[in-house]
């Protein structure tokens, strides 16, 4: 599905591969679209179980996982408001980290206060 098509500076960050007809065809969201539901119903799932959306989610939720500040996130999606915290789905090891993290501060203050 992907490959590097060297092109101008100038030329969009994604572009689809030249044909005589046309150099440097940009890689539209209606494009992506039909090449995803392509993909996923090759995969064998239901037409609409995945959509350009869930990729939104999906980055989102990467970009945190990588330690991105939340607001580079914000910017990169273009979020104005707090709607990029919806798009957040921590892993089960992450949601995990907040019960572990209380449970040490507990031990801390108990062992305090049992001396």
Do not use: N
């Not at 440097?24 to 239901?46: D, K, N, Y």
């Not at 609409?48 to 990729?55: A, I, N, S």
């Not at 980055?59 to 910017?75: D, I, M, Q, S």
């Amino acid at each position: 599905m992907l490959q590097l098509c060297p092109a101008p500076q100038d030329a969009p960050a994604f572009v689809l591969p030249t044909t005589p007809r046309r150099r440097f065809r940009p890689m539209t969201a209606s494009i992506l679209s039909r090449e995803l539901s392509r993909l996923v119903q090759q995969a064998g799932l239901p037409k609409g179980h995945h959509t350009l959306h869930d990729l939104r989610r999906g980055g989102y939720t990467l970009a945190f996982e990588a330690g991105v500040p939340r607001e580079l996130r914000k910017a990169h999606g273009d979020w104005k408001s707090d709607a990029d915290l919806l798009y957040l789905r921590p892993s089960v090891d992450q949601q995990l980290r907040v019960p572990a993290a209380m449970r040490h501060i507990i031990l801390q203050r108990t062992c305090l206060f049992s001396l």
